[in-house]
């Protein structure tokens, strides 16, 4: 059975960070691309940031580039996303999706991801 189980959420003050995780089992980890979305009340989903099936460097949304950091470990089974300098629009629920095959051009589409966790609510509030 798949799963993607995401951790790590909670309230936060702005300016507080936050690290996500996402447990992944059932599928071949290191073989997919592993992205985080958002989805805020009443909006659509919102890519957020990806990272390739070795790691390294991730690509991130505008609104998140310089504060938030993708990460994962291929050994564990894990996908993180560092998260700092929280403002309120980044309230939203975090979900972590993979695609076995995905071109960069593809990836802030929700169609194009195989598999998607449950979520993790994030909640950035004085």
């Known amino acids: 059975e798949v799963q993607l189980q995401a951790s790590g959420g909670g309230e936060v003050q702005p300016g507080g960070s936050l690290r996500l995780s996402c447990a992944a089992s059932g599928f071949a980890f290191s073989d997919y691309t592993m992205s985080w979305f958002r989805q805020a009340p009443g909006e659509k989903p919102e890519w957020v940031s990806s990272?390739?099936?070795?790691?390294?460097?991730?690509i991130y949304a505008d609104s998140v580039k310089g504060r938030f950091t993708i990460s994962r470990d291929n050994a564990k089974n894990m996908v993180y996303l560092q998260m700092s300098s929280l403002k309120p629009e980044d309230t939203a629920v975090y979900y972590c999706?993979?695609?076995?095959?995905?071109?960069?051009?593809?990836?802030?589409?929700?169609?194009?991801?195989?598999?998607w966790g449950q979520g993790t609510l994030v909640t950035v509030s004085s």
């Open positions: 990272i390739g099936r070795a790691g390294g460097t991730g």
């Open positions: 999706a993979a695609a076995l095959r995905i071109i960069v051009s593809m990836m802030r589409l929700p169609s194009s991801y195989d598999y």
